[in-house]
């Protein structure tokens, strides 16, 4: 069964920096798709950044371009974003999740992977 944990949300000031990271068991991430997303209170989930299944490709949302930086510790089947230059804006539960069988064309989508996490609330004070 596979589990996913996040933790390292909490609150910040506007331009500061969190990390978040997320644990995972019971799947390798060298093989899987593995993605954060976001959901500010009453919108809709959306797309931060992932990693693809093969090649170690990155890909990332345009408003958190350059500012936030996904990698991962294979020994530890964990994945990280590193988050800088925090902004209001960026206030959500943020959510990692994993899918086994998620194609390039697919991967902002949250609808294409099959485990996820619990969230863990990231708070961005003006």
């Known amino acids: 069964q596979v589990q996913l944990v996040e933790s390292g949300g909490g609150l910040v000031q506007a331009g500061g920096s969190l990390r978040l990271s997320c644990s995972a068991s019971?799947?390798?991430?060298?093989?899987?798709?593995v993605a954060w997303f976001r959901q500010p209170r009453g919108e809709e989930r959306e797309f931060v950044a992932c990693?693809?299944?093969?090649?170690?490709?990155?890909y990332y949302a345009e408003s958190v371009q350059g500012r936030f930086t996904i990698s991962r510790d294979n020994a530890k089947n964990t994945v990280f974003l590193q988050m800088n230059g925090l902004k209001p804006e960026d206030t959500a539960v943020y959510y990692c999740?994993?899918?086994?069988?998620?194609?390039?064309?697919?991967?902002?989508?949250?609808?294409?992977?099959?485990?996820w996490g619990q969230g863990t609330q990231v708070t961005v004070s003006s």
């Open positions: 019971g799947s390798s991430i060298r093989t899987a798709a």
């Open positions: 999740a994993l899918g086994q069988r998620v194609i390039t064309s697919a991967l902002r989508s949250p609808a294409a992977y099959d485990y």
């Open positions: 990693f693809a299944r093969t090649g170690g490709y990155t």
